[in-house]
């Protein structure tokens, strides 16, 4: 009688979900492409307005498609996560750009995976490791080679709106984790009660703060369709759904992929010059991101186990 092996336990160091890795960083990658997009096509000094037009329509048209409407509990847990993932998140997005050279504020949403680790030590009791510790200031520091350049600025009020929107971003991925995803209700539907819910809060704030809409011709109409049916519908969809399969830690590295786009998108489609400098940076960004997928076995933990 021949005995039978038994069955291959993977590893977490051997092989992350590649395919829904690969899925969910095609977010950060859409996203990547609002700079060349708002500021060659839409109307010029209106962001809150494209917001608002990005993530009202698209929500509304993922209920619809989806099918779905929350039910008990999760009517306010889709208000709360709405307002954090996108309300809150590009209010204090759009406050840090108006107030920020644009390298400072991509840098203060690129320390995202290290709020993320402070988090979830403080709320859900996952120690971060050395590494991954290590890891996310590279990321940090690689996106800051990429997009600071000259004297920089800083402004209080825009600083604490950069950080502030990493902070509830890095919030609404935590809870989005913890909450899950209820049964029976597809990702396209509860992308939608997010989005529905952050358009809503976004169009008044839009109106008061920037008057009424311009006329919009057709390169803006384009725009807007980019955005809000791939930059918005297609990548919070999922995004959503990579939050609910990838651990959150490794998932925390994919918007550093966003300012390595644009960098790029500047370069290929506006003639933008890249110093060895930034090329440096990308590098680094980059490798942070994929080194940020595995998590060895053997990794020391910040804390020793008691």
């Given at each position: 009688?021949?005995?039978?092996?038994?069955?291959?336990?993977?590893?977490?160091?051997?092989?992350?979900?590649?395919?829904?890795?690969?899925?969910?960083?095609?977010?950060?990658?859409?996203?990547?492409?609002?700079?060349?997009?708002?500021?060659?096509?839409?109307?010029?000094?209106?962001?809150?307005?494209?917001?608002?037009?990005?993530?009202?329509?698209?929500?509304?048209?993922?209920?619809?498609?989806?099918?779905?409407?929350?039910?008990?509990?999760?009517?306010?847990?889709?208000?709360?996560?709405?307002?954090?993932?996108?309300?809150?998140?590009?209010?204090?997005?759009?406050?840090?750009?108006?107030?920020?050279?644009?390298?400072?504020?991509?840098?203060l949403?690129?320390?995202?995976?290290?709020?993320?680790?402070?988090?979830?030590?403080?709320?859900?009791?996952?120690?971060?490791?050395?590494?991954?510790v290590?890891?996310?200031?590279?990321?940090?520091?690689?996106?800051?080679?990429?997009?600071?350049?000259?004297?920089?600025?800083?402004?209080?009020?825009?600083?604490?709106?950069?950080?502030?929107?990493?902070?509830?971003?890095?919030?609404?991925?935590?809870?989005?984790?913890?909450?899950?995803?209820?049964?029976?209700?597809n990702?396209?539907?509860?992308?939608?009660?997010?989005?529905?819910?952050?358009?809503?809060?976004?169009?008044?704030?839009?109106?008061i703060?920037?008057?009424?809409?311009?006329?919009?011709?057709?390169?803006?109409?384009?725009?807007?369709?980019?955005l809000?049916?791939?930059?918005?519908?297609?990548?919070?969809?999922?995004?959503?759904?990579?939050?609910?399969?990838?651990?959150v830690?490794?998932?925390?590295?994919?918007?550093?992929?966003?300012?390595?786009?644009?960098?790029?998108?500047?370069?290929?489609?506006?003639?933008?010059?890249?110093?060895?400098?930034?090329?440096?940076?990308?590098?680094?960004a980059?490798?942070?991101?994929?080194?940020?997928?595995?998590?060895?076995?053997?990794?020391?933990?910040?804390?020793?186990?008691?």
């Open positions: 009688m021949t005995a039978t092996a038994p069955p291959r336990t993977p590893s977490r160091a051997s092989s992350p979900a590649w395919g829904v890795t690969g899925l969910t960083a095609l977010a950060p990658v859409t996203w990547g492409t609002t700079y060349l997009v708002t500021t060659e096509w839409l109307p010029p000094d209106r962001p809150l307005l494209s917001g608002a037009i990005r993530a009202l329509p698209a929500g509304l048209l993922a209920i619809a498609l989806g099918r779905h409407l929350p039910r008990g509990d999760w009517w306010w847990r889709a208000a709360v996560l709405g307002t954090l993932n996108i309300g809150a998140f590009f209010v204090l997005l759009f406050v840090a750009a108006y107030r920020l050279p644009g390298g400072v504020g991509a840098t949403s690129a320390v995202q995976p290290l709020v993320v680790a402070a988090l979830a030590f403080t709320f859900l009791g996952e120690r971060p490791t050395l590494r991954r290590a890891w996310a200031v590279a990321g940090t520091a690689g996106v800051a080679l990429m997009v600071l350049r000259g004297r920089v600025a800083f402004d209080a009020l825009g600083v604490a709106a950069g950080l502030g929107g990493t902070a509830v971003m890095a919030v609404g991925v935590l809870l989005t984790k913890r909450w899950g995803r209820p049964a029976g209700v990702v396209l539907s509860f992308a939608g009660w997010q989005l529905t819910v952050g358009g809503l809060l976004l169009t008044p704030v839009a109106l703060g920037e008057g009424a809409p311009p006329s919009i011709d057709l390169p803006a109409l384009g725009g807007y369709l980019w809000g049916l791939v930059g918005t519908l297609l990548a919070y969809a999922l995004w959503f759904n990579g939050v609910g399969r990838l651990p830690g490794a998932l925390s590295f994919l918007p550093l992929l966003s300012p390595a786009v644009a960098t790029l998108v500047g370069w290929i489609a506006l003639d933008q010059s890249l110093t060895t400098l930034q090329l440096l940076g990308f590098a680094l980059m490798t942070s991101v994929a080194a940020a997928q595995y998590e060895p076995r053997t990794a020391r933990s910040l804390s020793k186990e008691q």
